[in-house]
Every structure is written in structure tokens, then in C-alpha cells.
């Protein structure tokens, strides 16, 4: 079993900034790919980016290259995404989700997560 708890989010106005954290205990929590999701109103839920835990790897959905960032800590038990150059199209709520098997649009264990609402 793994639990992971989103915090972080809140309201933004656009080219602002914010960190996501999502906090991830359980067993052998080391060993499972983290991934940042999202769903905005009306639209299907998208992945956002994920972190391996076996090689490092990092993937990002190219909506968000270059602007959104994740990240580790494995002594902390915390993954991160800041997220940076915030648009109004961010706006969703923002789901991290674990696996054992790697970075997948089914991952076996999901926060409840959190508002991000970009808007002036």
C-alpha cells in the first residue's frame, strides 16, 4: 500500500508560480514511480510529468515543458512540482499517483488532490 497526500495548491494569477507537494509513505515507498495528473472541468484527466525511482527518469506532457519541474526528496518522503509561467489552462485539479511498474495512466495509488486555479 502507498497513501499520497497532495497540498499546495490555491489561486495564481497567470505567469505566477506555484509548489506542489505530495507527501508518500507506505512500504518501500523509495521504489515506485511518483507521477503528477491532472483534470480540469470537463476534460479528461492528463498526465503532468513523473519522476522513476529505479533510473531518475523524468518525463513531462509538453504542455508543460520548460515552465513545470518535478522533483524527490527521498529523506523528506516528498515529491515536488513547481510550476512556473502559470497559464489559465493549468487550472485543474492536480492529482500525484504511484506505481510500481512505472510511469502509466492507471497508477495504482492516488492522492486525493488538490485545486490549482490560474486567473487574474
Known amino acids: 500500500q502507498l497513501q499520497l497526500v497532495e497540498s499546495g495548491g490555491g489561486l495564481v494569477q497567470p505567469g505566477g508560480s506555484l509548489r506542489l507537494s505530495c507527501a508518500v509513505s507506505?512500504?518501500?515507498?523509495?521504489?515506485?514511480?511518483i507521477g503528477w495528473f491532472r483534470q480540469a472541468p470537463g476534460k479528461e484527466r492528463e498526465g503532468v510529468s513523473c519522476?522513476?525511482?529505479?533510473?531518475?527518469?523524468?518525463d513531462y506532457a509538453d504542455s508543460v515543458k520548460g515552465r513545470f519541474t518535478i522533483y524527490r526528496d527521498n529523506a523528506e518522503h516528498l515529491v515536488y512540482l513547481q510550476m512556473n509561467s502559470l497559464k489559465p489552462e493549468d487550472t485543474a485539479v492536480y492529482y500525484c499517483?504511484?506505481?510500481?511498474?512505472?510511469?502509466?495512466?492507471?497508477?495504482?495509488?492516488w492522492g486525493k488532490g488538490t485545486l490549482v486555479t490560474v486567473s487574474s
Open positions: 519522476i522513476s525511482s529505479n533510473d531518475g527518469r523524468i
Open positions: 507506505g512500504f518501500t515507498e523509495d521504489f515506485y514511480t
Open positions: 499517483a504511484g506505481d510500481g511498474l512505472g510511469c502509466v495512466s492507471d497508477m495504482d495509488y
